[in-house]
């Protein structure tokens, strides 16, 4: 009886372990394969632009950046046009640039220790790399 129960609680550990090492990137590691990789990120990048355009203009002003969760500097960053609007590409190049932060090693894919060495813990992961 006591074996059963230590067998039951084994595997409950080994389950919590494997979940613990394979994180899902917050639903970005679209492929599964425990890397991110930029094509993830850049594939995402324009249905998360269109989620976040609620006039549906093409571009995301002030408001709708603020209201994903962006800061005005952040804002500021990345409408390098400083025409007050945040268009689809540069959105994409702002995420492409953050991708290169988070790639500390430089070798194209952001592993399990890059994504967990980021400075501040954020519940939706999609700030991480879009705002
Ligand atoms: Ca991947
Ligand atoms: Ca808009
Ligand atoms: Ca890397």
Redo the contacts with the bound molecule.
Sequence with gaps: MKIRILVVMTVFLLVGAAFAAAPDFGGLDRDGNGYLDPSEIDGAAPEIFKNHDRNGDGSLDRSEFETAGGSPARFDQIDADKNGRIDLNEFREAARRRFEQY?????????VQ?WNRRQTPIANPLILFYF
């Design positions: 790639d500390a090693n430089r070798d194209g894919r952001i592993d890059e």
